[in-house]
């Protein structure tokens, strides 16, 4: 069975990443002395934007596949954009602002106090749920594909996306690198876990550490995001994600990734998503979706 894309109308998730898109194009123009990169990262956006109004606006044998999945890679390529746009942007971080607010709001920095829970199996397990974000968040969206219900995942598409790109913004207002690097001098034990977590922490600290992506906390936004949507698959996996949920929003501040003013703060935006990303995404489709591909059967 074939799959031919007929419909040549912007989607709402095309709009919020073509707009995300113009935002930073305008900030690579406005910094271009400052930012080493803005030739390439301006020819990057040009030939991201021109391969999409190419997917759209000429229908192909690769069009279904590309606007279905196309968020995935540009989304990802946004996250690693910012580790470039933040420094010479915005000169600074804000780690020691969310840190004492941590501190007024719990009379102790949460990273310090919970090294009286610390223990090899906890921060074991642990770092395996916090490295679990990406892929248990992809896996409802490829558990809603694979029942072919094409509007849910279209909106999946578009709440998960616009969830990533909301705390692009707000890495952007807020910059900070997180408690393992600000509070370092005064944890006393480092964590200790027993046969994957230095592995696990290493990749992980070569992909992020060079990012200033604490404010809001993602893993809390998005996660929160993933067990809403999984609620269009089963009872059983909406469960599993609430379990899954709570577990890495602790994971986040265990494992000294965060603040909890962050884990607060992605709470929030993921709150205000649920609640207004329906409406937002009915005011941005073009007309309403009846249906967007027709098959054709070949043998």
Known sequence: MDTVLTDTRFWPVDKIILAFLAATTAILIGWWNVIPEAPVLLAAHVAAVALLLIEIRRPNPTSWIFRNWYPLPYVASCYKEMAILIPPVRHGDSDRWLANLDFRLWGDNPTVWLERLQSPVLTEFLQVVYTLFVPAVLLVAFLIWRKGKAEEFQFYAFLIAA???????????????GPRFLLKSLQHIPLQGLWLFHAMQHTLDKMESAHYDCFPSGHTELTILAWW????LSKRIFLAY????PTIIFATVYLRYHYTVDVMAGAVVAA????GASLVYRMLQERPVKAWAKSTSSR
């Not at 609430?242 to 949920?245: E, G, H, P």
């Not at 205000?272 to 609640?275: D, Q, V």
């Open 229 to 232: 949507g999984s609620r269009v």
């Open 163 to 177: 969830g990533f790109l909301a705390s692009y913004l707000g890495y952007l207002a807020v910059p900070a690198r």
């Open 242 to 245: 609430l379990a899954y949920t």
């Open 272 to 275: 205000c998503l649920i609640a």
